[in-house]
């Protein structure tokens, strides 16, 4: 499924907080998970709050709302379930203003969409800190982040790497001079002309990949034609679970071009201070989240075709967060 996470320049980003101010958030239903605390939520700490959470509408996101909004429940709380929100402001401006309570967001996002900055921090947890920092100010709190860090990436086949041999994008880069013609790329339209997609990650390697070896077509397709090799490499999204179910090698991106996209729980501040356990709740849940389970997640719903919800709720029994009821 395309995530659209950090896709919103800033012309759409306006058109999509006008649309998110105009509309409001007036859809959702309760969620009605029969749980109870497991190694969260003991002796009900979120007992008569009242939460909304909302997250994006790809799968990714739909997990990870669904995950929050169990947690609160084992916890003691009524939540609103306003999960999907298409794009990435719609959902965080309810977060902001309040129409919404906590969402699971990305640190590379905030700090590029939604804080201006052009420039990512290179070391994870810097960058969680800083996006931390400046949103204070806009009256959302940032909670521990997560070790899951869904941001770009090549991969390539299992044929072509026991060709190749290539593990990093130095390598690759190594590659494109010693044997030109044997990289060739898959890759979306918008990275093909980003500046943090292709012709960053060219420029920071090295690399000079002619255009005729540079094919644009939608994720979906990419990770089809990769797996079957009519690219070399193809860009992924690094916690995408057809990574696992298609077999395909990630280059590790060794000079960290890429902008680290860690997810974390934003909380709307008023709502944390009312609700202080809810950190309490969510940091054991968001330490054990990490790119493999992101994938084996993910791979079911994409894969499998199963439920998000479900996925989640499954996951979080499995983990002993929470227990049926």
Known sequence: MRNPRRRTGPLLAAVLLAAASACGLTSGSPMV????????????????????V??????????????????????????????????????????????????????????????????PIPDPREQWRAVRDADLRNGVTWLAPSALNNTYALAMNQANYEKYRTRTLSEVAALAKSDPGAVTLCVEGEFANRADGLPGMEKAYGMNIPAADVTQMDTGIIYTQTAKGACTYGEVFTTDGRIKSMNLVVMKDDKKFFPNYNAAPTVNTDTLKKWPAIAEVLDPVTAKLDNTVAQDLNAKVDVDGEDPHQVALDWMVDEGFVKKG
Do not use: H
């Open 54 to 119: 909302t997250s994006k509408e790809f799968t990714e996101q739909l997990i990870l709302g669904a995950i929050m909004g169990i947690a609160f429940q084992a916890a003691g709380a009524e939540v609103i379930d306003r999960t999907g929100i298409q794009g990435s402001v719609g959902s965080r401006e309810a977060v902001v203003n309040g129409d919404a309570d906590a969402a699971y967001e990305y640190t590379g996002t905030a700090w590029i969409t939604y804080q201006g900055n052009s420039k």
């Open 33 to 52: 998970d029969d749980v109870k605390p497991g190694s969260i939520g003991e002796g009900k700490p979120l007992e008569g709050a009242k939460l909304t």
